[in-house]
T-cell receptor
Framework: KQEVTQIPAALSVPEGENLVLNCSFT??????LQWFRQDPGKGLTSLLL?????REQTSGRLNASLDKSSGRSTLYIAASQPGDSATYLC???????????FGTGTRLQVTL | DGGITQSPKYLFRKEGQNVTLSCEQN?????MYWYRQDPGQGLRLIYY???????QKGDIAEGYSVSREKKESFPLTVTSAQKNPTAFYLC?????????????FGEGSRLTVL
């Protein structure tokens, strides 16, 4: 059974700092991995989708990497801003189970 | 604009009542999903549908029912059999075959049982 873990559960950084969020998964037979952002009381917004054949994806100040063999993905946020404050979730699509499994998220606060 | 619309945003229900949450998408996606989100827990899959007139149970389908009569619509009914229905419900869609693509979510519906 696929398990997805995100550590830390919460993180606070000052504005302008570069930061890394971690996502680990137990079953490496994945088709893709997706990073989302969720603001309080809102739905999830897709940030980046990485296919299993890819090593990384970039969008603006965000860069996501994928290492299937070690079961890890990282989301790098450059020059953080207060508007980046949100909960970040990763989800992996596992072929053997034909389903998407979500982590419980990292709650990020960027302070002035 | 393309997207997913969920309604209502907030819903209050008395015990013993069935309620239906609406989900409509105009992204031309074949696959649609319903998730439940509780504080401190990851999203849990209730039901999903890969094609019209077909749907599958997810991890926590008991006490819920769905229909998929149109490609654009995937309503979720929370029945009186659901023992703990107070939660935040999220609808999502994606392209289906051969592998699900990027998942897009609606804004969610918060159900409170009084």
């Amino acid at each position: 059974k696929q398990e997805v873990t995100q550590i830390p559960a919460a993180l606070s950084v000052p504005e302008g700092e570069n930061l890394v969020l971690n996502c680990s998964f137990t079953d490496s037979a994945i088709y893709n991995l997706q990073w989302f952002r969720q603001d309080p009381g809102k739905g999830l917004t897709s940030l980046l989708l990485i296919q299993s054949s890819q090593r990384e994806q970039t969008s603006g100040r965000l860069n996501a990497s994928l290492d299937k063999s070690s079961g890890r993905s990282t989301l790098y946020i450059a020059a953080s801003q207060p508007g980046d404050s949100a909960t970040y979730l990763c989800a992996v699509y596992t072929g053997t189970a034909s389903k998407l499994t979500f982590g419980t998220g990292t709650r990020l606060q960027v302070t002035l | 604009d393309g997207g997913i619309t969920q309604s209502p945003k907030y819903l209050f229900r008395k015990e013993g009542q069935n309620v239906t949450l609406s989900c409509e998408q105009n992204l031309n996606h074949d696959a649609m999903y319903w998730y439940r989100q509780d504080p401190g827990q990851g999203l849990r899959l209730i039901y999903y549908s890969q094609i019209v007139n077909d749907f599958q149970k997810g991890d926590i389908a008991e006490g819920y029912s769905v229909s998929r009569e149109k490609k654009e619509s995937f309503p979720l009914t929370v029945t009186s059999a659901q023992k703990n229905p107070t939660a935040f419900y999220l609808c999502a869609s994606s392209r289906a075959a051969p592998v699900p693509g990027e998942l897009f979510f609606g804004e969610g519906s918060r159900l409170t049982v009084l």
